[in-house]
């Protein structure tokens, strides 16, 4: 998934937790498992490098030349998720606070940085997370044009945006 889809899906689970800025995060953090545990589309990450024999091992390699063109491409991701976010809820449609919706956002797109966090550190407390989200995430890469994957993506945000309305 993207880190857009991430966000707003983040969101809208923190806005079932409006009084409660804890279990708003938890939401908005266990929301990103449970949208990758569905079949997704995701750009390619340029500087990253799969080890398929054990995903453990997988790296982003932040001398490639193209690692500040991920960075410029996953930092506009995260931003026009958390705006869009900020939109949707705290403007158009519930009228959370600001913070609270960008809350939302950020825990829906935290586990993604903390795999980063786990490539350069390797720490021994961050392994459970990391082969969650492995499990969670394995056989669930689908690879059609990247409209297409886009498109499904914003028909699972505008799913979920219709069922929050219509609570």
Known sequence: MTLTTHAIVGAAAASLFPTSPVLAFAAGFASHFAIDSLPHWDYRILSKHKEESNRLND?????????????????????????LSIFIFSVWLFHLPIWFSILGAWAGILPDPLQFVYYKTRLAIMVPLQ????WVQKGKSIHPPFYIGLLYQALLVAIILAMLVSL
């Open 59 to 83: 790296n982003i390699d932040v001398r490639n030349p193209t690692f500040i063109l991920d960075l410029m491409r996953i930092g506009s991701d995260a931003l026009l998720g958390t705006i």
């Open 131 to 134: 082969r969650f989200h492995i």
